[in-house]
């Protein structure tokens, strides 16, 4: 009797040939699908999984979820007043860092009156670090349960804070600083290898007047000294402790981005970072979702372009790969996802972040990629279903 092998079949046949070893290894070890949510809080922000043992994090803007790769929570942390964006888990350390704002513009009272909550924050952007292996139960407190401390970045602050002047005018948030969103773990921009470095971007304001938010302002930290800033939040009394400035601090030209980089990830196959946005909506740029940083180009000295107030600063060199835009020589994708969560697990495989809303609050289905055709000129991330 001959059997009949289903398009469905024959498609993940010939997707597991294409695939290395290891990456057909993952195909029985990650689910094709993790479904998360629904709460009742903002929308997803990012994800982060520990491959050794099992653990996938989400942040929902106010909330950070630990479920098991079966989508079961383990527990959360609540009682956050800011802004819980993208996360990345450090293996060195086995902890969970993410990018922590408070601020008073359209973003921070949203989250206020979303909370219901009459708190008023001062302008503080933080590193928020979490002791995962301690999150064992639903509703842990953020600041009472200890499994969270934080790092103050100053220089975020003072480029959120600053005033500067442009061709047409004084402009408030130095290079269009919003704050910070995107956290990877990697190496020093140029390098192939090395100590780890943590990478943090800057949120980005869109506004199409202004000349000098055309960037994407990354910040490279050596963490392995941040324990003498390490603190416990307290909300009522936030602290400034932190280092003084990024032991680098690097641009991307892509055109400017609605809010900057939402997730960044380092995938150490390619040697590549790869950029996560909202798209522009500046008309004369290309206004891809997706962008790749070779991170093994050695960053350059040049001046930046519609900057004047900076003479020379550290830039970075996009991949030679993707879509290519002649009039700016910017290069993208327009991919659907990835700026509400993206997570390398290894052997060209991703989860990303698919979310959805509905009446009984913010969801999303973490669904499983691989990255195909990475010796051509347009790679794509392919979904496994």
């Known amino acids: ?136 139960r639903e509703g842990m407190s953020a600041e009472k349960d200890g499994i969270m401390t934080t790092v103050h970045l100053s220089t975020v602050v003072d480029d959120y804070q600053a005033i500067v002047e442009l061709e047409n005018g004084k402009w408030e948030h130095r290079l269009g600083c919003s704050g910070i969103d995107g956290v990877a773990f990697g190496p020093k921009f140029g390098k192939k290898g090395g100590k780890q470095m943590l990478t943090v971007t800057y949120g980005v304001y869109s506004d199409r007047k202004r000349s000098d938010n055309d960037y994407q302002v990354l910040l490279q930290y050596d963490i392995s000294k941040w324990g003498k800033y390490e603190r416990t939040l307290s909300q009522e009394n936030m602290h400034r402790e932190g280092p003084a400035k990024p032991d680098g601090e690097y641009f991307a030209y892509t055109g400017n981005t609605t ?28 206004n891809y979702n997706l962008f790749a940083i070779d991170g093994t180009a050695k960053p350059t000295k040049s001046a930046l372009k519609g900057v004047p107030y900076i003479d020379k600063a550290n830039v970075l060199t996009l991949w030679d790969k993707g879509e290519k835009d002649s009039k700016t020589g910017t290069s993208g994708w327009r991919f659907g996802v990835g700026s509400t969560g993206m997570a390398y697990l290894g052997g060209g495989m991703y989860y990303f972040s698919h979310n959805h809303s509905s009446n009984e609050g913010q969801g999303s289905n973490i669904r499983l990629y691989y990255i195909d055709g990475v010796d051509s000129a347009t790679p794509q991330f392919l979904q496994l279903k």
Do not use: C
């Open 259 to 286: 809010y900057g980089v939402q997730n960044i990830e380092y995938d150490e196959d390619l040697k590549v970072w790869w950029l996560a946005v909202y798209p522009g909506t500046k008309p004369q740029f290309p």
């Open 1 to 136: 009797m001959k059997r009949i092998i289903s398009f469905a079949t024959l498609a993940l046949i010939i997707i597991a040939a294409s695939l290395s070893a290891s990456a057909q290894e993952m195909m029985h070890i990650y689910p094709k699908t993790i479904k998360s949510g629904p709460f009742k809080t903002g929308h997803i922000q990012g994800i982060a999984v520990d491959t050794e043992k099992g653990y996938v994090y989400y942040s929902y803007t106010t909330i950070l979820i630990k479920t098991d790769l079966q989508g079961n929570i383990i527990g959360s942390v609540t009682g956050l007043l800011g802004h819980l964006g993208d996360l990345d888990f450090n293996p060195q350390d086995g902890r969970v860092y993410g990018s922590l704002e408070y601020k008073n513009d359209a973003i921070g009272k949203g989250i206020l009156k979303a909370e219901k909550s009459s708190f008023k924050p001062n302008n503080a952007f933080y590193i928020a670090i979490f002791d995962v292996d301690r999150i064992t």
